[in-house]
């Protein structure tokens, strides 16, 4: 879908970058085996939440790409394949874990962490921390 030769091997990747408390770049995208990532594809991804309420956020998110950028056909095809994944994937997964952790704070749910968990439990600690400075100012 990339426009990745099909008869090449390449690696892929998925790159996130979080500027706290709540701006994320997610950069997908190929290179060829062993190349430089500037050599690649990138499909850059931004999140953008805004907290609504203690319990509801707003979640904006757009992307673009460096290459193909004018097939209109591969933009749709992007475009749908963003919203299935958000709508089908994160969205539901997000509401669940709203649902399910409330106003409780995370760590007193004594949650089971999985190694892959660590920025996300790093992400909150920060988030914590500037909160507890900014109320200490």
Known sequence: MLGYPSDQRGDHRNFMRWSSPSLLLLD????????????GLSIPTSHLLTPETDCTTHYFWAMSRDFRQEDVALSEQLLRVGVAVFDDEDKPVIEAQQRMIDNSE????????????????????VVEARLQAEQAS
């Open 28 to 39: 997908v995208g190929m290179t060829g085996v062993g190349r430089p990532v500037e050599e």
């Open 106 to 125: 995370l760590m007193s749910l004594n949650p089971v962490l999985l190694q892959t968990d660590g920025p996300a439990v790093r992400a909150r600690r």
